[in-house]
């Protein structure tokens, strides 16, 4: 009798983790009943975000469906610091982050395709930027693995902040926890901190991303241009 009785509840383990996976598999059709606390910022272009930080808020339609459900649940965490983006993620589900993600990822598809031949780096930055582009991929549109976002034609001043969120970790809303990244801008001088780039040189490394042609976009929403 043992080995039905295992065999069983082998099954019913493989049936729950088929069921887990299809409830958690996002919709596309049931992100876009969802988004409409969403539209109010990324649907609008050029919408600026006034705290604690004045930045256009960023691009997500054509952003990586993994990323951007990874991002909403680091802010449910708390391990990304934005009151508003956090009081938001906090009231989602992790079937409407999973929904949410697909839904942004195929929003407004399509478009000339990006370029693979990549762009030069500002030679100031080119040895510090490699490591950059290890992980983005060519041009900053071309990640390494969907967990990793697209960059390229991001806007200028979101990505400056979110830049420096890394670096300035560990403020009460202001930080993003990130061990890559912040290993990536923040090195260790005898014991100390000590940024990779001055703020100056952040600002332009986020202008050169800003610059690349991309695939991230904002899509106007009815009523919100």
Not at 110 to 121: M, N, T, Y
Not at 122 to 150: Q, Y
């Amino acid at each position: 009798m043992k080995a039905p009785i295992l065999t069983l509840l082998a099954l019913a383990g493989v049936c729950t983790l088929v069921q887990a996976q299809q409830a958690s598999a996002g919709d596309a059709s049931r992100g876009a009943g969802k988004a409409a606390m969403c539209i109010g910022c990324h649907g609008i272009v050029g919408y600026r975000a006034s705290f604690p930080e004045v930045y256009r808020v960023p691009m997500i339609s054509g952003q990586s469906a993994a990323y951007i459900g990874q991002a909403l649940v680091a802010y449910q965490r708390g391990d990304r610091k934005h009151p508003s983006m956090r009081a938001i993620a906090g009231s989602l589900t992790e079937q409407d982050i999973a929904d949410l993600s697909v839904y942004y990822e195929q929003h407004g598809r399509g478009g000339a395709p990006v370029p693979d031949q990549p762009a030069a780096l500002p030679d100031a930055l080119k040895d510090r930027m490699t490591a950059c582009t290890a992980c983005h991929g060519v041009n900053f549109s071309k990640p390494i693995d969907a967990n990793t976002p697209r960059l390229a034609g991001q806007h200028a001043d979101y990505l400056h902040a979110a830049l420096r969120s890394y670096v300035i970790d560990g403020r009460a809303v202001l930080g993003r926890s990130n061990a890559v990244m912040r290993s990536q801008l923040v090195q260790d001088d005898n014991g100390r901190p000590k940024p990779t780039f001055t703020p100056a040189e952040l600002k332009q490394v986020a202008a050169y991303i800003a610059a690349l042609p991309g695939e991230v976009k904002t899509v106007p929403q009815p009523g919100r241009r």
